[in-house]
């Protein structure tokens, strides 16, 4: 056959590859390698047939004897390195592209791809550094701006980035990657509106690009619009359902909207997809500790970090988990290890300081707190966090500053209000502390908040022959504390219902005769107003006074009688408590031993009588030799009123010595001697400093001197006693030093 039939031939193969019949294109590249084996030209375009039909192997062989035969054929190593990127081979596609270049060194795209292959190869200088040729040769070559912004985002060059999406875009106007990716840049600069607009402009040119509906629901969430973000979450998800990163993303969007149970429904579809995603394990453990179930949690966090052992947020949200179970020392072990990870990672320094705080280690937990704020000055929670601490340093006024600074970057931050308030009261400040305390009943976990729908009273509303009624809130001592501001109501011609605790509601049935004493979980009669316990210092507007007078609890008289036959007369008798409620967090550090009553226990004539009820009994069987406390017996208030008993016992006895717990309320109630036993850190109730309380004025409070130091409290205890006891004898237990 004639050079003019075979050139006939391989023109007729070119219309078949031009048209896409790629079977037919083969057969007559095939017919022209028959009849002219040397056509270098022929074996290069029946590689890209089989490229085409994905038989890369077969066309790399097709490429390698086009270079064979002639090797100076540019576009044939052009070819070859393509196939090799599809065949995972980098380093070899790489030198194609170099033989290329060498041979045409005006090749723009060869430039281009090369630069492609550096950046997937983790190179994106070396890239950088090859879309510049390709830009240089020709300056309207938009994908090698878009692929140079692609390398320049990876380093963080991000200004570069933006500059060269923005370039492509507007070499080429229907380039929806690249507003897409200018969109992200934007927002890894902290401009998600800006990027907003740029994922809606990749939209409108491309209404089914599931990534740019997920970049803008990224940008909706950065702008706090999470009903928007799910929406467009939904949106990426519709388009591609198996579109992994937007199953975890919504699954975030749907934890911070509270929707805690769709958010892990949302992460395990992410899981299934993916199942090595460890981001979404660890996201998955997140929502896990909000539902409470935090063993749970544990086990995603673990799995994500077996899956990425450098994912510091897995470590991060497995410290959470661990504080929330009360194992401080594990979560101090995870946030450290999660900043040796990721040094910049703010929130990890703020739960650090959290673990810090919980180990009583205060002083590094402030100096976690002040590297978060160094690292992001308007972490509002980092601030709020420092005023805790400072507030348990007794450094009020830094405290309050904190507090101020957390409510100036987060206008409604509850708990900044919330602890602002607990500082001022702390310090005395009333008018401050009781308008501020009402920010409890916004909490996460609110209290104070009743589900009836009749009008608050706030104070300024006359009370005369209105029905008020009043509904207790967070602890037993709460109740009995603040339960004598009804009997102000009743003062002002009110009719009080009071609601509390059911343990309580013999104990309070006695406070006035128009009180009248009901259980929360009973509905109550027709009332005109409501309102919270804790709430009627504000609304009776008596700032630090306590207008009522003491004792307004009193105990039974048969039962005063019945322990008196039972207790008798003999020796200075002290009622001992010294262990709150171990599952009440707030317990942490108020409860201490109850071997340290030995010291006082040598002194003569003393009695020591427990009125510990449930925790803290077992310590009674480990007394060490010498130590005697007497106990009351079984039916020591084990009906279903509570204190009951203790009441009565208390009207017997020359002292009450306990911890910070309800029994300290109930005696200053009654009028009784007590002495209540303070960390260093003292809840707001019993101020700062000062021996006495206006809330009591039968307490007299005794403070430790430093975090955890019980042995120097009971010194001073000792002292005190003996003085009190030793001739000439002083009953007046109550009495202040000075």
């Not at 899981?271 to 086990?299: K, T, V, W």
């Not at 009273?457 to 009624?469: M, Q």
């Not at 509601?505 to 027709?526: H, K, M």
């Amino acid at each position: 056959m004639s050079s003019h039939d075979i050139s006939a031939l391989f023109g007729k193969a070119v219309d078949h590859h031009l048209k896409g019949r790629l079977a037919d294109a083969l057969v007559s590249y095939d017919a022209v390698l028959q009849l002219d084996p040397r056509m270098s030209a022929a074996h290069c375009n029946r590689g890209l047939v089989l490229q085409s039909l994905r038989r890369y192997e077969e066309a790399l062989r097709s490429y390698d004897q086009a270079v064979r035969l002639q090797p100076s054929y540019a576009d044939a190593y052009f070819n070859r390195a393509i196939t090799l990127r599809l065949l995972n081979r980098p380093e070899d596609a790489i030198r194609n592209y170099d033989k290329v270049v060498t041979l045409k060194p005006d090749h723009v795209q060869a430039y281009g791809n090369r630069g492609n292959v550096l950046l997937a190869l983790g190179r994106p200088k070396d890239a950088i550094a090859s879309y510049d040729q390709a830009i240089a040769l020709n300056s309207r070559f938009a994908e090698a701006y878009f692929n140079r912004g692609n390398a320049f985002r990876s380093l963080g060059q991000l200004d570069e980035a933006v500059r060269d999406f923005a370039r492509a875009a507007e070499l080429n106007a229907g380039f929806a990657e690249a507003f897409n990716n200018k969109g992200c840049a934007l927002r890894d600069l902290g401009r998600p509106l800006d990027a907003l607009r740029d994922c809606d402009r990749a939209i409108a040119l491309k209404p089914d690009f599931a990534e740019a509906h997920f970049n803008r629901a990224n940008a909706q969430q950065d702008l706090e619009r999470s009903d928007e973000a799910l929406r467009s979450f939904d949106r990426a998800l519709q388009i591609n359902p198996d579109y992994s990163e937007a199953w975890n993303n919504r699954g975030y969007v749907l934890k911070e909207l509270a929707r805690t149970e769709e958010a892990i429904a949302s992460f395990d579809k992410a899981i299934a997809l993916r199942p090595n995603f460890a981001e979404a394990y660890s996201n998955r453990g997140n929502a896990l500790r909000d539902l409470g179930r935090c063993e749970e949690s544990l086990e995603s966090c673990d799995r994500a970090i077996e899956l990425k052992p450098d994912l510091s947020e897995a470590y991060y949200n497995k410290g959470n988990a661990l504080q929330d179970l009360g194992r401080d020392m594990e979560a101090l072990a995870c946030y450290e290890r999660a900043l040796v990870l990721k040094p910049d990672f703010f929130p990890a320094y703020n739960g650090k300081g959290n673990a810090l705080k919980n180990l009583f280690r205060l002083e590094e937990a402030l100096a976690s707190y002040r590297e978060a704020i160094g690292r992001k000055p308007d972490f509002a929670d980092a601030h709020n966090n420092s005023g805790n601490v400072l507030k348990e340093l007794g450094r009020i006024e830094d405290a309050l500053r904190s507090y101020d600074r957390a409510m100036e970057l987060k206008k409604d931050f509850v708990e900044a209000h919330w602890n602002k308030g607990i500082c001022s009261l702390t310090a005395g400040d009333f008018a401050t502390g009781w308008p501020l305390y009402e920010w409890r009943k916004r909490k996460a976990e609110p209290f104070g908040v009743s589900p009836h729908s009749q009008p608050v009273w706030s104070g300024a509303e006359p009370l005369a022959g209105k029905t008020l009624f009043v509904h207790a809130e967070q602890g037993l001592g709460d109740t009995i504390q603040f339960c004598r501001f009804a009997i102000l109501a009743q003062k002002r011609g009110a009719k009080v219902i009071l609601a509390v605790q059911e343990p309580l509601v013999r104990l309070l049935q006695n406070l006035g005769p128009n009180i009248s004493t009901i259980a929360l979980s009973s509905p109550p009669p027709d009332f005109d107003f409501q309102v919270a316990l804790m709430s009627l210092p504000l609304a009776f507007e008596t700032g630090g006074t306590c207008p009522v007078q003491i004792p307004y609890l009193h105990a039974e008289g048969d039962r005063i009688e019945n322990w008196r036959r039972r207790i008798g007369d003999t020796g200075v008798k002290i009622g001992i408590c010294w262990q709150g409620n171990r599952k009440v967090k707030i317990d942490a550090g108020r409860s201490f031993p109850l071997r340290h009553f030995e010291a006082i226990s040598v002194i003569s004539d003393i009695r020591l009588i427990s009125l510990q009820k449930n925790d803290g009994l077992e310590q009674l069987a480990e007394l060490p030799a010498g130590l005697q406390v007497e106990t009351l017996g079984k039916d020591f208030d084990a009906g279903p009123g509570a204190f009951l008993d203790t009441a009565a016992v208390m009207m017997l006895l020359d002292l009450v010595i306990t911890s910070d717990t309800a029994i300290a309320h109930l005696a200053g109630a009654l009028g009784r001697p007590v002495w209540l036993l303070l960390q260093h850190a003292a809840e707001w109730r019993w101020m700062l400093e000062r021996a006495d309380s206006p809330w009591y004025p039968t307490v007299r409070l005794f403070r430790q001197k430093r975090h955890g130091d019980w042995a120097g409290v009971f010194t001073d205890v000792q002292r005190e006693l003996r003085k009190r006891i030793q001739p000439p004898r002083d009953p007046d237990f109550s009495h202040a030093a000075t």
